[in-house]
């Protein structure tokens, strides 16, 4: 099994109806983030904090405390984040379906580094995003989970080598990967040229990346386990996905 799958199958049922929650209407709106914790092998959210439309900021001590205070957390059994894409101006953007460069260059910076920086060799990361569907001659959207895992440093290295030929990985810094936001407010190409959506397709393509739907009334949650195919990315003039292959497993709770 992929290890993106994996890491998916973690999440107790509980905590998907919490992530489910947590979309049902906010993700309207406002962003959200919860630490993903594990308890006994399975995976836990705590209390999830909340943003603006595009942006989230959190303390990560004082955020513990509040998840360890209400729901007994604590830091050594927390693992990863979990955040969730609203809709802008109740439209959906496909770049908005992926992780930003915001939300990778810490991490990949980190990974990469890990064998001279002491920092975490592996990191797995989760964002939920509405996807529009069409059912039964209807526009439905539904959430779906990205599943994201950056397995160790040679991987990821790789994995940009592949999807991004003209950047040198290592050469990559916070400053240079980051994409910009510009005087109009429209998001610009980071200085290094680094297309963090063909990386992410490169991952899923070697099996670390996945998505997952979750959906369905109360007390049942449809899944699919998806994974990516020849997808492809385009930058600047929005974003096709193609060959996107999706299962569904519905799974139902007496
Ligand atoms: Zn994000």
């Given at each position: 099994m992929d290890d993106w799958l994996q890491e998916w199958n973690k999440f107790d049922e509980s905590a998907i109806d919490e992530i489910k929650s947590h979309n049902d209407d906010t993700h309207l709106e406002r962003e959200w983030m919860s630490y993903v914790y594990e308890k006994n092998g399975k995976y836990f959210i705590g209390r999830a904090s909340k943003g603006e439309e595009s942006k989230i900021e959190i303390v990560p001590a004082e955020k513990t405390a509040v998840d360890t205070m209400?729901?007994?957390?604590t830091k050594k059994d927390r693992r990863w984040t979990i955040h969730g894409h609203p809709l802008k101006d109740g439209k959906i953007y496909n770049g908005r379906q992926y992780f930003s460069s915001t939300d990778l260059i810490d991490e990949f910076i980190e990974v990469r580094d890990s064998g001279k920086g002491?920092?975490?060799s592996r990191i797995v990361q989760f964002v939920v995003y509405p996807h529009e569907q069409n059912e039964n001659g209807k526009r439905v959207i539904h959430n779906r989970v990205r599943v994201l895992v950056f397995p160790d440093a040679q991987t990821i290295v790789q994995a940009m080598k592949r999807s991004n030929?003209?950047?040198?990985?290592?050469?990559?810094t916070k400053e240079t990967g980051q994409n910009k936001v510009g005087s109009d407010g429209n998001t610009q190409m980071n200085d290094m040229n680094v297309d963090w959506f063909k990386f992410q397709e490169e991952l899923g393509r070697t099996g670390h990346m996945g998505i997952v739907d979750i959906e369905g009334a109360v007390g049942e949650h449809m899944r699919s386990e998806t994974h990516a195919k020849s997808s492809f990315a385009q930058y600047g003039l929005g974003i096709a996905v193609l060959g996107i292959i999706v299962y569904f497993v519905q799974k139902k709770r007496s």
């Open positions: 209400t729901k007994g957390f002491g920092g975490r030929p003209h950047v040198d990985p290592n050469r990559i």
